[in-house]
C-alpha cells in the first residue's frame, strides 16, 4: 500500500502536535484533529 494516511488527534499542541510532524516528515498524509480548531 503506498498511499499511507494517519489520524493525529489532539494535534493542535503537545504531543499530539510532535507525532503530526513525525509522521508527515515520514511521508505519511497527516489528518488532524483537535477540540481547538484554529489552533490545529
Do not use: E
Not at 25 to 39: H, I, M, P, Q, R
Amino acid at each position: 500500500m503506498s498511499n499511507r494516511v494517519v489520524l493525529v488527534t489532539g494535534a493542535a499542541r503537545g504531543l499530539g502536535a510532535i507525532i503530526a510532524r513525525r509522521f508527515h516528515a515520514a511521508g505519511y498524509n497527516v489528518a488532524l484533529g483537535d477540540v481547538s480548531f484554529d489552533a490545529v
